[in-house]
């Protein structure tokens, strides 16, 4: 087991929402992010929220069609993407870092810890 879970994904029909979960060793103490990448593209970021979600970042793919929060109580970081298209096929990552000063960043060399990332399939 990883420092850092993902759960849920699978095949989903064009136009559903997906929604992820996941977990972190330091959840308590990290700012956390989604990110995917799609066969043959770079890794991207899709949404991040600071430690104590007083700010959080969203890609301008996603906005309009993306929630993301953390449920202090599970200790769980969730991602809810609407609207879904099979451009929205891709493998999608949890990442965490502590020490994160009130920051969260968009950007993958930011992040510590990485899941194993989850496979999400758009069938249209």
């Known amino acids: 087991q990883g420092d850092v879970m993902e759960s849920g994904g699978g095949l989903v029909q064009a136009g559903g929402s997906l929604t992820l979960s996941c977990t972190a060793v330091?959840?308590?103490?990290?700012?956390m992010a989604w990110f995917r990448q799609a066969p043959g593209k770079e890794r991207e970021g899709v949404v991040c929220?600071?430690?104590?979600?007083?700010?959080?970042m969203v890609a301008d793919f996603a906005k309009g069609r993306v929630g993301a929060w953390k449920d202090n109580a599970q200790k769980k970081f969730f991602l809810q993407l609407d609207n879904l298209t099979p451009n929205d096929t891709a493998i999608y990552y949890c990442?965490?870092?502590?020490?994160?000063?009130?920051?969260?960043?968009?950007?993958?060399?930011?992040?510590?810890?990485w899941g194993q990332g989850t496979q999400v399939t758009v069938s249209s």
């Open positions: 990442a965490a870092r502590e020490y994160s000063f009130g920051n969260c960043h968009l950007f993958s060399d930011w992040y510590y810890q």
């Open positions: 330091d959840f308590d103490r990290s700012a």
């Open positions: 929220k600071t430690r104590l979600e007083t700010y959080g």
